[in-house]
């Protein structure tokens, strides 16, 4: 199982930007996809976007189609996601996470991950 370690959130007024990076360590899964989930203030977590090991594949919620890009450096074993455009509603505690692709947007995306992050916080400000 992988560590984990996201760095880059903040606090940003409403149309700023944030680059999250997520660092893993330790016994990593060779090819494993890794993505992103966000959890608001009282609300289920949610995938926000994923990634193959390749980067020749990734996934976006469609809430933010358009204004988050993902990408991945396997020689830094390290995954970006960058948000820009943000809004009040992306506001919430960001996870990285690694595990099977198909996962992230299957019914058990959660149940499906082989590790998890501790989390990083971004508030947007309207």
């Known amino acids: 199982q992988a560590q984990l370690e996201e760095s880059g959130g903040g606090s940003v007024q409403a149309g700023g930007s944030l680059r999250l990076s997520c660092v893993a360590s330790?016994?990593?899964?060779?090819?494993?996809?890794m993505g992103w989930f966000r959890q608001a203030p009282g609300k289920e977590r949610e995938v926000v976007a994923a990634i193959t090991y390749s980067g020749a594949n990734t996934y976006l919620v469609d809430s933010v189609k358009g204004r988050f890009t993902i990408s991945r450096d396997n020689a830094k074993n390290t995954v970006y996601l960058q948000m820009d455009s943000l809004k009040s509603e992306d506001t919430g505690v960001y996870y990285c996470?690694?595990?099977?692709?198909?996962?992230?947007?299957?019914?058990?995306?959660?149940?499906?991950?082989?590790?998890w992050g501790q989390g990083t916080q971004v508030t947007v400000s309207s």
């Open positions: 996470t690694a595990g099977p692709y198909g996962n992230y947007f299957s019914g058990y995306a959660v149940a499906g991950m082989e590790s």
């Open positions: 330790g016994r990593t899964s060779s090819r494993t996809a």
